[in-house]
């Protein structure tokens, strides 16, 4: 299963909140917070392809448009699912996943999830019936491990196309 995984600038290690304006951007590697997920990949087959990120101010600044060209490079990569986070308590960067997330489902009808915090209320409401949106622990919160895995999980259920509806009624807001 190949996955590309879409972050801010803050989880693909490009700065802080000040480096927002960071354009978009992709390495064919993982690089920031994609990295915690080296070691569970085995477990779905899965392995990263690629790892696309935008600052989430310059992303804010046109949301419309920036969401168009991630998607036209998820497009071209061509994965077989897509990772919008992990956010955490980024409310900015949830609002981005969001967005990103439900416009890959309805221009690609690709394989595609979210992951985020309870802090990111605004993105969850807004995006929650749209996008399967994984929940997560806030930055330095527990049960993270538990989270990555629920996602590659819930990944490789929608590359296999298999029902998850139990799953997302579960795991999912």
Known sequence: MKIIFILDQIQAGLGGAEKGDQPLGGKYMAIGSVQMFENYLGAVNG??????????????ADAETNALKLTAMVKKLNPDVVICGPCFNYDKYGLMAGKVAATITDKLHKPVIAAMSQECAEAIELYKDQVDIVKMPKK?????????????????????QEDTTAFTAEYCY
């Open 140 to 160: 330095g919160g527990t049960g993270l491990t538990e989270s990555m895995e629920t996602m590659l999980k819930l990944c490789q259920l929608k590359v296999n």
């Open 47 to 60: 392995e990263v392809m690629a790892t696309l990120y935008c600052g989430d101010d310059y992303f804010a």
